[in-house]
């Protein structure tokens, strides 16, 4: 019997102040990269807290989601190198709209990002050929048309948040 598949799932933040939006530049196996502040869900985190966290770790910055943009299907199928064997990956993205707070004070970035940039609209569409992922262009586009959806839109059972150490 074949393992089961199970989608990658991951949350982003979408952040947008005075017409710009905050990306971060990273390492990645395909070189330097940009993202929306992003990465993967933790066992036992909500995506609310995993959106919040991953946005401090990879911008210094306090995170304050305010809408549930969209949730998003995506698949990566890289070939391997002598090292790294081929990868087919699939990612399920929640990715919320909010507000940027405060930078916290002795955070540092998280390894690989090398830096945080605001960039426009236009530049970010002229650098797609350097996103991550085909869902930095989709979820900002989906973000200036407006599209919001309520952050109870997604619940999340207690269980969850109740898991035992392991």
């Known amino acids: 019997m ?94 919320y709209s909010g507000e940027l707070g405060e930078v916290v004070a002795g955070r540092t970035l998280d390894v690989g990002i090398v830096r945080t940039l605001w960039m426009t609209p236009d530049d970010i569409r002229a650098s797609a050929q350097r996103h991550r992922s085909p869902l930095v262009l989709r979820c900002m586009e989906d973000h200036l048309a407006g599209q919001r959806h309520p952050l109870s839109t997604v619940f999340v059972d207690p269980s969850v948040t109740a898991l035992p150490d392991r």
């Open 2 to 95: 074949e393992p089961r598949w199970k989608p990658n799932v991951t949350v982003a933040a979408v952040i947008e102040r005075d017409g710009r939006f905050l990306l971060v530049e990273e390492h990645t196996a395909e070189g330097l990269r940009l993202n929306n502040p992003a990465g993967h869900l933790d066992p036992g985190e909500s995506l609310l807290d995993g959106v919040v966290r991953e946005t401090l770790e990879e911008t210094t910055h306090r995170f304050t989601p305010t809408a549930l943009l969209g949730v998003y299907l995506s698949r990566v199928q890289r070939k391997g190198n002598g090292a790294r064997p081929d990868e087919d990956i699939t990612y399920l993205r929640f990715a």
